[in-house]
């Protein structure tokens, strides 16, 4: 068996905010087609690490190697980065004047100059694959929260990037839309999308994960196969905070 290309690398990452140390000597690295999910309470620099990921947000130190490059805040080519790492967001920022397939076009065409029939006829695609084939032509406001989120995926997925990040994708949806959005997610991880998901829904990271990485106070306490850590946690930490969520 090829061994599976490495698609992230972080060493010794650090970020802070003023005087608040978000992210503390993060070492993390991800492999092709793996979905690793990031778990621990709100304020533990989950969020922030995905940021730094995207190069939304810059690191102070350390380093991120995106498929074998080094990025910097002046790699003179950050756009072609981010083209390479989409992004899902836990508010779905779609264009509420533009229509759900003009949403999905709008990054193909201007950032990477796909002629506009070509990305109507791969957004069509996408907005199938995510369920939504019967609503290309309608406008955001008449979609529910999860049909919203599933358009921002499909939008992240036309620029067809190697790795997915998705903050939080369903924290802001209602209970009994979740599900439909989580199963979009786990059917791009079964296509081997390689993917790093930060979010609270436990099942998920169990079910779906590849790698579980537990976060507290931007420092990495454990990480591991989903099994290993919700059913023997080896730091107290982590029994700690998975005593208070499961």
């Not at 099942?203 to 990495?220: L, Q, S």
Request: hydrophobic fraction near 40%.
């Amino acid at each position: 068996m090829s061994e599976k290309q490495e698609m992230i690398r972080v060493e010794k990452l650090n970020k802070s905010f003023g005087n608040l140390h978000v992210l503390k000597d993060i070492d993390m690295t991800v492999t092709e087609s793996d979905v690793v999910v990031l778990i621990g309470a709100s304020g533990s620099g989950k969020s922030t690490l995905l940021r730094c990921l995207n190069f939304l947000e810059m690191k102070d130190n350390g380093k991120i190697i995106i498929e074998g490059e080094q990025v910097e805040k002046d790699t003179h080519n950050l756009n072609k980065v981010r083209e390479r790492v989409g992004m899902v967001f836990q508010h779905f920022n779609l264009f509420p004047h533009k229509t759900v397939i003009g949403n999905v076009i709008e990054a193909p065409t201007q950032v990477k100059g796909v002629k506009k029939d070509q990305a109507i006829r791969e957004g069509k695609e996408l907005l199938d694959k995510v369920g939504l084939g019967d609503k290309y032509n309608v406008y955001p406001s008449t979609l529910s929260g999860g049909q919203k989120q599933r358009v921002a995926i499909a939008r992240a997925l036309a620029m067809k990037p190697d790795v997915m990040l998705f903050d939080e994708p369903t924290s802001a949806l209602d209970p009994e839309l979740v599900g439909e959005v989580l199963s979009t997610m786990k059917e791009l991880a079964e296509e081997g999308m390689t993917m790093v998901v930060v979010t609270h829904e436990m099942g998920f990271a169990r079910e779906v994960g590849d790698w579980v990485v537990y976060m507290h106070d931007g420092k990495i306490v454990e990480g591991g196969v989903p099994k290993d850590i919700f059913d023997n946690p080896q730091e107290e930490r982590t029994k700690e905070f998975l005593s208070s969520i499961l």
